[in-house]
């Protein structure tokens, strides 16, 4: 049987694989390409055109704006990386102003969560597993002391996609 897929399913699956690229790479280099950044970014008039509803995009482009400004701000304290303000900024547009607070909360959790692990022993057992796995380059980002808060922005985009597809 076949399921008819429409166009704005297909622009949010393009998103939700945009934003894997993005995690699996900030998890295995801790680097975010900017052509990731910027393929969610120009996805997103194409995801206003195909939405069936009203979407508030000129608010979402402020939200974006407003990301984009705090996050540069704590770029430059070296609070986050560059990759994390662009990324996040451009999963804040998909949100815009009605999602921006869930798409917040779920990347703060998930980056406390990220934190927990790192913070934990569970981390060397995995450091060791993946060498053994022969990926010794995992032992040394496991080990590490940073967060690939990309993984986070991606977890909080992926809730923000699936409040899109249910409204």
Same mark, same amino acid.
């Given at each position: 049987m076949f399921i008819p897929f429409s166009i704005e399913q297909l622009v949010v699956s393009l998103f939700l694989a945009l934003l894997s690229v993005a995690a699996i790479h900030d998890a295995t280099t801790y680097r975010i390409p900017n052509r990731v950044s910027l393929a969610i970014a120009a996805l997103y008039p194409v995801h206003v055109l195909a939405s069936g509803g009203d979407v508030a995009w000129m608010g979402a482009l402020l939200v974006a704006a407003a990301v984009f400004a705090a996050g540069t701000v704590l770029f430059a304290f070296g609070?986050?990386?560059?990759? *994390?303000?662009?990324? !996040?900024?451009? %999963? $804040?547009?998909? $949100?815009?102003?009605? /999602?921006?607070? *869930?798409? !917040?909360?779920? %990347? $703060?959790?998930?980056?406390? !969560? @990220?934190? &927990?692990? @790192? %913070?934990?022993?569970? #981390?060397? /057992?995995?450091? !060791? $597993? &993946?060498?053994?796995?022969? #990926?010794? =380059? =995992? #032992?040394?980002?496991?080990? /590490?002391? %940073?967060l690939p808060y990309g993984v986070a922005i991606a977890a909080g985009g992926w809730f923000t996609a699936a409040y899109l597809m249910v409204r």
């Open positions: 609070v986050v990386g560059g990759g *994390d303000v662009k990324l !996040l900024a451009a %999963t $804040a547009l998909w $949100a815009g102003p009605a /999602g921006l607070a *869930d798409l !917040l909360a779920i %990347t $703060a959790i998930g980056g406390g !969560l @990220m934190a &927990l692990f @790192m %913070t934990s022993s569970l #981390r060397f /057992g995995l450091a !060791l $597993a &993946l060498e053994a796995a022969g #990926r010794p =380059g =995992g #032992r040394e980002l496991v080990l /590490g002391n %940073t």
